[in-house]
């Protein structure tokens, strides 16, 4: 199947597309990866070196991508970290032109109680794209601050992921006990999870590359089969990252 991703790209670790992308290809989709910007490695590792792909230049990048016939018979979108409130204006400009089946949004806003995009930018993907989403993946601070309830537990995490009304919505990092965490698939007739540990020093980019995961999986998979089957992979990706500061996406694939 076709998928648009926009999202970020990294050169070293995996965080964004550079997640996602391969989670959808070892699946066997075909995808169409937009940088919203480029960047030498994540921040967490250290000043990191690049450019952001302007608004104007996604828009005329778009508008090419159209005019070849890339978008006709796109089967999924995905969304995650956006650098301005233009990308993400630009991003429903397309969705209001191109229909896609089903739209995925990683709402990369913050975690740890803060946001760590502007806040225009976290008021955009709000405003325009949550409203669109067939599927969100929020961590536990973007559940809340997306939903305005208070998400402490996996009891609150679903109030407030029913409150957002989307037919599907994967909430991630739920505390689930004082050594656990909860991963929340609800939708609107039920609600599946997943528990594993709370482990220390886990790499950056768990949650990009689990969208991807559960996006590859779910293009042919019900939303639970699509959990599992994420779960395991993400799983593995983290026990193969032991000792390491960067996520092995591409181990954790091949080894499937």
């Not at 005329?60 to 650098?83: N, Q």
């Not at 599907?168 to 594993?196: F, M, N, Q, W």
């Amino acid at each position: 199947m076709r998928v648009l991703a926009v999202s970020s790209q990294v050169v070293w670790g995996p965080v964004g597309n550079s997640a996602a992308v391969p989670a959808l290809q070892a699946r066997g989709h075909e995808v169409l990866a937009l940088p919203t910007i480029i960047l030498s490695n994540h921040p967490g590792h250290g000043q990191p070196a690049g450019f952001r792909t302007s608004a104007e230049d996604m828009a005329r990048m778009f508008a090419a991508l159209e005019a070849l016939g890339a978008f006709e018979g796109l089967d999924a979108m995905l969304t995650g970290y956006f650098a301005s409130a233009g990308q993400v204006e630009e991003v429903a400009r397309l969705l209001d032109r191109v229909p896609v089946p089903y739209l995925l949004v990683d709402p990369v806003l913050g975690d740890h109680g803060r946001l760590y995009v502007p806040q225009d930018v976290a008021e955009a993907i709000r405003d325009h794209l949550v409203p669109r989403a067939t599927c969100l993946t929020p961590n536990a601070f973007e559940l809340s601050w997306l939903s305005g309830m208070t998400v402490s537990d996996e009891t609150s995490a679903i109030a407030a992921a029913r409150s957002l009304a989307r037919p599907e919505l994967l909430a991630t990092s739920i505390p689930a006990g004082d050594d656990s965490l909860a991963t929340l698939l609800v939708t609107a007739d039920d609600v599946h999870r997943a528990v594993t540990p709370r482990l220390p020093h886990v790499p950056h980019g768990t949650g990009d590359f689990l969208s991807g995961l559960y996006l590859a999986a779910r293009l042919d998979k019900p939303p639970e089969g699509a959990l599992a089957t994420a779960m395991k992979t993400l799983a593995r990706a983290i026990a193969r990252s032991a000792g390491s500061t960067v996520l092995d996406v591409a181990g954790a694939l091949h080894a499937a």
